[in-house]
């Protein structure tokens, strides 16, 4: 079941189980926004997750919906973790994982075939100031070393159907570069949310929806904010986490 030095680690809020490695990939809190900040299908549709990691995102929205949920990933280790945990928690009929490139996923899904798109991408170009990670594993995860954040939103508005949404978490400092994108790709951005470390502290991570061939008009939801005074998570992030106490 486990290799190496993998985990099995409760997600409580769902009262399901993932496969984690500290050297290989652990989700980030960022990944558990993603997943309740996106409106998800219940019914009808199909679910696709780019950049799905361990498989994070597909089992945190299992327990909202009926639909086909498929996750992506580039990387076979984390492939083959994710589709463990789903095999785990009795997942397989719902959530499929496939080991793939993003940019040639369009042909195998199906192009404007699909109701929802959700991806946690890579946050930092090639060309970015900040570290490269040496650890091979969380440097593709981190930086755009397989795909670029064009490729994400491409990918995502090809795979959509007309009003279709997908939603992404992303720093910041790259919010008008993805509103850029998401406009050429005929993405309309609906929602935006702002995370912030602490209350007086600046937005470190954006949550941003769009919808395929909306008209504009933009909404901005009430920020989260994940530490309180005394650095603990604020009650918000607790339920989000844990579920309601």
């Known amino acids: 079941m486990l290799v190496g030095d993998e985990r099995l680690d409760h997600l409580l809020a769902e009262n399901l189980r993932i496969i984690q490695s500290p050297t290989v990939f652990s989700f980030s809190l960022d990944a558990v926004l993603l997943a309740r900040f996106s409106y998800i299908p219940y019914q009808k549709g199909r679910v696709i997750d780019l950049c799905s990691g361990n498989g994070i995102i597909p089992l945190l929205i299992s327990p909202r919906t009926k639909v086909p949920i498929i996750g992506v990933e580039i990387q076979e280790r984390l492939a083959d973790m994710a589709r463990r945990s789903v095999s785990y928690n009795e997942l ?10 993003l940019r040639d996923i369009v042909p195998i899904l199906g192009k404007g075939k699909n109701s929802f798109v959700t991806c946690n991408p890579p946050y930092f170009a090639l060309e970015s100031t ?74 470190n991570t954006i949550l941003i929806e769009g919808i395929k061939g909306a008209k504009p008009g933009v909404k901005y939801l009430p920020p989260i904010i994940v530490h309180d005074a005394v650095g603990e998570y604020t009650a918000q992030v607790r339920e989000l986490l844990y579920g309601k106490e």
């Open 92 to 101: 397989t009929d719902q959530i499929e994982i496939m080991q793939q490139d």
């Open 130 to 203: 900040s570290i490269k990670n040496e650890n091979e594993h969380l440097r593709i995860a981190r930086h755009e070393v397989h795909c670029t954040l064009r490729d994400t939103i491409q990918v995502s508005a090809d795979l959509l159907k007309q009003g279709g949404k997908a939603s992404f978490v992303h720093r910041p400092e790259r919010l008008l570069e993805i509103i850029d994108l998401m406009r050429e790709y005929g993405l309309e951005p609906k929602r935006i949310q702002f995370v912030h470390p602490r209350v007086e502290r600046e937005a």
